[in-house]
């Protein structure tokens, strides 16, 4: 099986087959997200201490907080999967 990495920020690099969804945190549904995966003991905070822009929700429950627009983390998706040949 071929496990394709993508960037996240500041050396931070998430499994891309993993990823279910990227979202803004703004709304409060996603806010409770992000408090209920702290609870659990899921919750990864890769923003450095920046501001959260992206939430980035796994397969496996897990959720990754990034300091990158969600925009940026989805073009890397694009740009990884056209370079790849997927």
Request: avoid cysteine.
């Amino acid at each position: 099986m071929d496990i394709k990495l993508i960037n996240i920020g500041f050396g931070n690099i998430v499994a891309a087959n993993r990823v279910i969804a990227i979202v803004s945190p703004e709304s409060a549904p996603i806010k409770r997200i992000i408090s209920d995966a702290r609870e659990r003991g899921q919750l990864v905070d890769a923003t450095y201490g920046r501001r959260t822009r992206a939430v980035i929700i796994t397969d496996s429950g897990h959720v990754i907080l990034s300091a990158i627009q969600p925009e940026t983390v989805a073009h890397r998706f694009v740009v990884h999967k056209e370079t790849s040949g997927d």
